[in-house]
Nanobody, 115 residues
């Protein structure tokens, strides 16, 4: 199982930016897929962005062009840069890792977009 620790959430005004970080207990190159999910109150947890160990990325339609997933292999960390934030982006954001068919999750970090 992969241990994941998120940071970087907070309160931001519409149109603002935030960067989330997810530090993994293993080299990111040994984890086939890492990504970010989010869950708003009363809604299901949905994929936001993902990255394979080979560097391929995938984004939810709702965040394409605004969010960017990236990684720093030296720090075993995956990032989610969020720009042009909207109130509908408000949610708890979770880091996810898939390795050997098992899902690992971080503790979640709250992102609130409000004026």
């Amino acid at each position: 199982q992969v241990e994941l620790v998120e940071s970087g959430g907070g309160l931001v005004q519409p149109g603002g930016s935030l960067r989330l970080s997810c530090a993994a207990s293993l080299s990111v190159f040994t984890i086939p897929v890492m990504g970010w999910f989010r869950q708003a109150p009363g809604k299901q947890r949905d994929m936001v962005a993902s990255m394979t160990s080979g560097g391929s990325t995938n984004y939810a339609d709702s965040v394409k062009g605004r969010f960017t997933i990236s990684r720093d292999s030296a720090k075993n960390t995956v990032y989610l840069q969020m720009n042009s934030l909207k109130p509908e982006d408000t949610a708890v954001y979770y880091c996810n890792a898939v390795k050997l068919g098992r899902n690992s999750w971080g503790q979640g970090t709250q992102v609130t977009v409000s004026s």
